[in-house]
């Protein structure tokens, strides 16, 4: 078996510039703070990759977002980074931009009713003027 081209660890402030360029890259908002975040590095320690956990009202995680530098796609980045967080909560949420649909049902999520969204995480949907580019989609997972 192949050694993975990257690593996997919590987030610092220090990597918020490079985490905050791929998320605009993909029109995301910056991300306010490491807090909750995990970060694919690659053998010189510089980010390739991230996932934001945020504990929703509701109890339960949420993905917001999850984003790959565009270099580093089709190396299993994403894919790495979702099932790390899957492994340590057991239970995860999101809501995926419907390009990236097809992405999370290879991972085994399925389409869930907008009400098991947290409103604070569904509320980045709602009045958002890309909604009909972006076909958004509440999906979630659990581990058995």
């Given at each position: 078996m192949t050694e993975s081209p990257f690593s996997i660890r919590d987030g610092r402030e220090a990597d918020l510039?490079?985490?905050n360029a791929y998320a605009a890259a993909e029109g995301m908002d910056a991300l306010p703070s490491a807090t909750g975040v995990r970060v694919a590095v690659n053998d010189e320690d510089v980010p390739v990759g991230f996932l934001r956990l945020q504990k929703g009202e509701?109890?339960?995680f949420h993905v917001n977002p999850v984003v790959s530098c565009a270099?580093?796609?089709g190396w299993g980045v994403g894919r790495?980074?979702?099932e790390e967080a899957?492994?340590?909560?057991?239970e995860l949420y999101l809501v995926a931009r419907g390009a990236s649909v097809p992405f999370?049902?290879?991972?085994?999520?399925?389409e869930v009713?907008?009400?098991?969204?947290?409103?604070t995480i569904a509320a980045?949907?709602?009045?958002?003027?890309?909604?009909g580019e972006c076909a958004p989609l509440p999906m979630g997972k659990k581990v058995l």
């Open positions: 510039a490079y985490l509701n109890g339960v270099t580093w796609r790495a980074l979702v899957l492994a340590r909560v057991g999370y049902r290879a991972l085994g999520f399925k009713p907008w009400d098991a969204i947290a409103p980045d949907c709602d009045g958002c003027e890309m909604r």
